[in-house]
């Protein structure tokens, strides 16, 4: 049978002045499978052309369900199978894209991953990130080769207030890097006044938002939590950069700022280039159940437990940090809980060795029923310890459905496989993740 491309014919469909021929070749495309590679170059070729924009009724269950435009499906059906020579198009294209159609654009030539794809990203976002870059869909690297294909020369940007969000996508792909290992302290030391850039215009919105009715209220605010993202990331890189230049920057942030988020990573930085951290601040940041654990982890990567507040390090605080960290995450609960409580330990045994969980109850307001979550399982050998070996979840099943042993049950089963076995000691409950590396 001969060969046809049946991506064409829809995309002229797309044009059509009729929204029901619109949709319906929207819903085609989102129907195809295997597409070749002329297939994906024929969306990619006509995602810069004007399209009737995307009703409401367009958006389904299928890939396309998030897309809000022709451009952004279009660049999305060229991801499908992504070649060599679809690097030349986007060049082409790159500046008549849409904000959010030049970050699927990004992702392209992330994919097509040669070098001259990644020379082409770099170069696009230095001589085109003043045209807006969204920062989703996120730009990610996998490895040290990639990351220095786009490194240090894309920290230029993070002087430039007209890239908009995309720069602190940036200085987070450049901390992964530092943590990682890829990059070390001080390589990059002649981008740090774009660095100190960056993190003043996030610190100039969040110094008036200090207020414990402001910090209260940001869990409703997405903007607010966006740009105390940008802060809490600015603030963790500059531990990686000339302590001259970023150290007044952190010492005036630990000044301004109360809201522990923002500190924990101003204090991190402070303490990875030698500087001194007040007892009563490190408190206060180990009195936040959303910050005791980073905390913790932080000073412990440093080798500074020494300057953990000893009040704290208990491991049931520090269980319930972890637990918290996981109910803020925005598929869960979305904000700590308005009150929690630790139920108890119970002892497993772990592919690593004999552990113990952490059985909470919590609850957003007091007209609500108490939920059951566990953190943990934390090795015995390590306590205390905020590593945690995959286990904190909730179901978020009622508190009295069950028994705290049946809540145990429940949740670890639910991340990994349990079993009951015979120990010297008597039955114990087995529990292996089901994710593991």
């Known amino acids: 049978m001969f060969w046809r491309n049946r991506v064409a014919p829809l995309i002229q469909k797309l044009k059509s002045a009729d929204a029901a021929e619109r949709k319906a070749a929207a819903e085609a495309l989102d129907k195809l499978k295997r597409l070749s590679v002329d297939e994906c170059r024929t969306a990619l070729e006509a995602a810069c052309e004007a399209f009737p924009s995307f009703e409401e009724e367009f958006f389904g269950s299928g890939r396309f369900a998030l897309y809000s435009s022709a451009e952004t499906m279009l660049l999305s059906l060229a991801r499908e199978r992504v070649h060599q020579s679809f690097v030349q198009i986007i060049q082409r294209d790159f500046a008549r894209y849409s904000p959010e159609g030049r970050a699927y654009a990004c992702l392209i030539l992330k994919e097509i991953d040669t070098d001259e794809s990644w020379a082409a990203l770099r170069e696009l976002i230095l001589q085109h990130g ?19 294909r786009l490194f240090p020369q894309a920290l230029a940007l993070l002087g430039q207030s007209s890239v908009g969000a995309f720069r602190y ?17 001080g390589e990059f030391d ?41 802060g809490g990331v600015l603030l963790d890189l500059m531990g990686y ?23 924990v990573y101003a204090v991190r930085s402070l303490v990875k280039h030698g ?14 159940d959303e910050t005791r654990s980073t905390l913790f982890r ?6 500074r437990l020494d300057l953990f507040p000893r009040a704290y390090a208990e491991q049931p605080l520090i269980a319930q940090s972890d637990m918290v960290d996981w109910l803020i995450f925005p598929t869960e609960l979305g904000r700590p809980p308005g009150e929690i409580q630790w139920m108890g330990v119970r002892e497993v045994l772990t592919d690593e060795g004999e552990a113990e969980v952490y059985l909470f109850r919590f609850r957003e307001t007091p007209d609500e029923p108490w939920q059951a979550g566990l953190a943990g399982p934390y090795l015995k050998e390590e306590i205390p310890t905020c590593n945690a070996l995959g286990g904190t ?7 009295d459905e069950c028994s705290p042993e049946e809540h145990v049950k429940r949740i670890l089963q639910t991340v990994g496989a349990i079993e009951r076995v015979e120990t010297p000691d008597g039955e114990k409950l087995f529990w292996s993740s089901m994710f593991g590396e």
């Open 130 to 148: 003043a045209l807006g870059i969204a920062d989703s869909p996120s730009l990610r690297v996998d490895n040290e080769a990639q990351a220095r």
């Open 393 to 399: 979840f909730s179901r978020f099943e009622k508190w």
């Open 169 to 185: 996508e940036l200085a987070k792909l450049c901390l992964e890097g530092f943590d990682k290992g890829w990059f070390h302290s």
């Open 275 to 288: 500087e001194p951290v007040e007892a009563e601040l490190l408190t206060y940041i180990a009195a936040s």
């Open 241 to 263: 950069f000339s302590r001259e230049v970023v150290v007044p920057a952190l010492r005036e942030a630990i000044q301004v700022f109360r809201d522990p988020y923002l500190l």
């Open 298 to 303: 932080k000073l412990r990567e440093l080798g």
């Open 190 to 230: 002649a981008y740090a006044p774009q660095i100190v850039s960056a993190y003043q215009d996030a610190a100039q919105w969040l110094a008036v938002r200090q207020s414990p009715e402001a910090l209260q209220a940001l869990w409703d605010d997405e903007e607010h939590l966006r740009w105390r993202w940008a």
